[in-house]
């Protein structure tokens, strides 16, 4: 979650029936959350220095990022600006609910440092006496901004118009207009009709995730699980992925609220019936191996004003490039279940009834017994009878383990943090001869997972008893509560 998203691929597929023949639409995003506003959230993140090497070494252009990458807003980042815009529109329209700076009404103290800047307000009898219409200061802080601001408003209350702006090296100034009242509100209504502009052009590229959301279509990815995590952190809501995310239901009800119909082409490649016809299912090598028999490449035509791709020169790691080649895949595979149909069909349609058994289960890495994340459903629930879980000292690496159980032959080890791990042993006769070994051992400790799974449900339980207690029936905490689940419920109506 420190982590950005710099690139977005979408490729959209529509079958052209009188031709027999996909349109595709490719699109290639770079985003970065610049700041529109002083108010507008100010993103830090890290970079990994094998990663940045890594697409500098395929071409990726950083410039076009930093410089021209579209920009976004979370809705809970958009809710806030809206929420802020409102409440200044509020205060201009001269309906304060407390005294702010603006409404001084009497001499404004000025630090000693900054009084021969702020005496340039004298400038101010010059042009009320004067033809001219305006005048700019120079470039100030926001200190010296505000005390301009309180000296004009107790000197001259009426007559005329103050405005913060920003040259093209970004520094702020202040310009001084010559009004009347009308112009005077009319100039207040373009300034909040800009703005109000400047803030949906910043929620930017956040508007086509949530377009993809409402469409209800079929989204498609390759080994997407992180695809969708980073999308769903960086689009809608940050606060809500930290605090509900740590459970796994929750995590699979505001996906699935995001995106209602998921398929992971990887997994679709590792499962029957394609499962023994396919022996890599690298995104690569999936598309290469789905050309050939049984297999039948589709035809697939760019719309007009589309890149055409040419697969004979790769374009992998280009985000657009791989979303084409993964609907290519699928295309693929979906067609191929169709040669199981009586009479066999060469098109089968996104919605059929043939691809549901994939939808809504994500691919799984480097977990044996579970293959796929059920977004929709249930997991699959494995005995691991022949797990074990182990505590040892913080000082201890994978050697180590494998030292311990040199007696129990061909183990795996899965680490969770530095002082656990579960080690999978070959034989589970084996196990409780395991855990006896650990009985008299003072630096380590070696459980079933049967028993490991029923010391966390204990646990669950007893943070249930101590809630039910009152500890969380606090006011603070009850209004806390309340106001979290109100905004995932408002949320996910937007969602849907």
Known sequence: MDFLLFQFGLCT????????KYVMKSFNFYIFPKPFSRSSPDIKFVCQSSSIDFLAS??????????????????????????????????????????????????????????????????????????????????????????IYQTLNWKYPKGLHVETLENEKKERYILISKVDDEERKRREQEKQE???????????????????????????GHNMLLD???????????????????????????????????LDTKLMASTQPFKELISNTSLAELERQLKEAPFKPPKVESADGFPRYDTASEQL???GYDAYITGLCFISMANYLGTFLTPPRDHISARSKLIEPFFNK????????????????????????????????KEWKTSDLYQLFSAFGNIQVFWIDDT???????QTDQVQIAVNTSRYAESYRIQTYAEYMESRLEEKQNCRRFTECGWLKSPYIAISKTLIQTSLNTFAGQAL
């Open 13 to 20: 597929f529509k079958y052209e029936q009188s031709e027999s």
């Open 58 to 147: 395929q071409g990726f252009d950083f410039n076009k990022v930093f410089c021209n990458g579209i920009p976004y807003l979370n809705q809970e980042e958009e809710g806030q600006l809206r929420e802020q815009l409102e409440d200044k529109r509020f205060q201009s329209n001269g309906a304060q609910s407390f005294i702010s700076p603006s409404s001084c009404k009497g001499p404004v103290s000025v630090p000693e440092e900054h009084k021969d800047f702020i005496n340039e307000v004298d400038k101010v009898e010059d042009l009320l006496n004067n033809s001219d219409k305006s005048f700019k200061l120079e470039p100030c802080t926001g200190f010296q901004r505000k005390l």
């Open 317 to 319: 790691h280009e985000a």
């Open 362 to 393: 994500l691919f799984l890495m480097r977990i044996i017994d579970i293959p796929y994340l059920n977004i929709s459903g249930p997991d699959l629930q494995p005995k691991r009878d022949n797990v074990l879980y182990v505590t040892f000292p």
């Open 420 to 426: 656990s791990a579960f080690v999978s042993l070959s």
């Open 228 to 262: 969708v995590m980073h999308t769903i952190h960086q689009f809608y809501y940050t606060t809500l992925y930290y605090s509900f995310f740590q459970d796994l239901n929750d995590f699979k009800e505001v996906t699935m609220c995001v995106f209602p119909r998921l």
């Open 194 to 220: 800009k703005e109000q502009e400047e803030l949906n052009d910043a929620v930017g590229f956040s508007r086509v995730i949530h377009a993809i959301s409402q469409s209800a279509k079929l989204v498609i």
